[in-house]
């Protein structure tokens, strides 16, 4: 699928203009937009610092050559132009499952902020329902375990720390993720409601009302959904 999100990644760079105040997303797809947006902008596009959704996109904008905000600091953005990221799922709502690189805190932060935000996926991100992908939920490392209880209890779901090189995984902001094996999701809208008001739950990979469009590809063509 890397042509898929080659090709996705391409047309969404051409959807930039002059000035346009960006939010840059992270994972593969997102990384590709940055590597396409750098070759504009070496070619001349004029861009102010964009807001990007992790280290690993501040970084890859830097080396692209595109300037970046200091989201930590009081110049932070109230508003964006265009945010441009991957998703994990696509639902035709375009409720979208995020998180799968662990930085949906970040992601939803800077995608809230855009008027515009575009997702691009290849077509093995498209679903009738989404929860096959495991909801990632960003939570504080403080209690952990009983945060992992309330979930299994009030979602019937086994929640699942996320790890990786055998160490217990921490995102850009110092929290953990666990990963939710719904299988289904059948109401979006209230598993957001019910982990929204779980103490320590920080944010979860729910993007409900939030994408405005999706360009899609099957590594041949891109096609441009809108939610149903
Ligand atoms: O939500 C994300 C990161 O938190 C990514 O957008 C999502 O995981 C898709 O990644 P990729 O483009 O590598 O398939």
């Given at each position: 699928?890397s042509?898929?999100k080659?090709?996705?990644?391409?047309a969404a760079?051409e959807?930039?203009e002059?000035?346009m105040?960006?939010?840059?997303?992270?994972g593969?797809?997102?990384?590709l937009?940055?590597?396409?947006?750098?070759?504009?902008v070496?070619?001349?596009l004029?861009?102010?610092?964009?807001?990007?959704t992790?280290?690993?996109?501040?970084?890859?904008?830097?080396?692209?050559?595109?300037a970046?905000?200091?989201?930590?600091g009081?110049?932070?953005?109230?508003e964006?132009?265009?945010?441009?990221?991957?998703?994990?799922e696509?639902d035709?709502?375009l409720?979208?499952i995020k998180?799968?690189?662990?930085?949906?805190?970040?992601?939803k932060?800077?995608?809230?902020?855009?008027?515009?935000?575009?997702v691009?996926?290849?077509?093995?991100?498209?679903?009738?329902?989404l929860?096959?992908f495991p909801?990632?939920?960003?939570?504080?490392p403080?209690?952990?375990?009983?945060t992992?209880?309330?979930?299994?209890?009030?979602?019937?779901?086994?929640p699942?720390?996320r790890?990786a090189?055998g160490?217990?995984?921490?995102t850009?902001?110092g929290?953990?993720?666990?990963?939710?094996?719904f299988?289904?999701?059948a109401?979006?809208?209230?598993t957001?409601?019910t982990?929204?008001g779980i103490?320590?739950?920080?944010e979860h990979g729910?993007?409900?009302?939030m994408?405005s469009e999706?360009?899609v590809?099957?590594g041949q063509?891109?096609?441009r959904?809108?939610?149903?």
């Amino acid at each position: 699928m890397s042509d898929a999100k080659r090709r996705v990644a391409e047309a969404a760079a051409e959807l930039v203009e002059p000035g346009m105040r960006l939010g840059l997303g992270t994972g593969s797809t997102a990384a590709l937009f940055i590597e396409a947006l750098g070759r504009r902008v070496a070619d001349g596009l004029d861009l102010p610092p964009a807001a990007a959704t992790s280290r690993a996109s501040e970084d890859a904008a830097r080396r692209a050559g595109i300037a970046i905000i200091d989201m930590m600091g009081p110049d932070a953005p109230a508003e964006l132009d265009l945010a441009i990221d991957g998703a994990d799922e696509a639902d035709p709502r375009l409720s979208l499952i995020k998180g799968g690189g662990a930085s949906l805190l970040r992601e939803k932060i800077v995608e809230a902020l855009a008027r515009r935000f575009v997702v691009i996926i290849d077509e093995s991100k498209v679903v009738e329902q989404l929860g096959a992908f495991p909801l990632p939920v960003e939570i504080v490392p403080f209690g952990w375990a009983s945060t992992a209880h309330l979930i299994r209890s009030r979602l019937g779901v086994e929640p699942q720390l996320r790890e990786a090189r055998g160490e217990v995984l921490k995102t850009d902001n110092g929290n953990f993720i666990l990963d939710l094996p719904f299988g289904t999701i059948a109401d979006p809208e209230a598993t957001a409601r019910t982990l929204a008001g779980i103490p320590g739950v920080v944010e979860h990979g729910l993007f409900i009302g939030m994408a405005s469009e999706a360009l899609v590809s099957d590594g041949q063509n891109v096609r441009r959904l809108t939610p149903a």
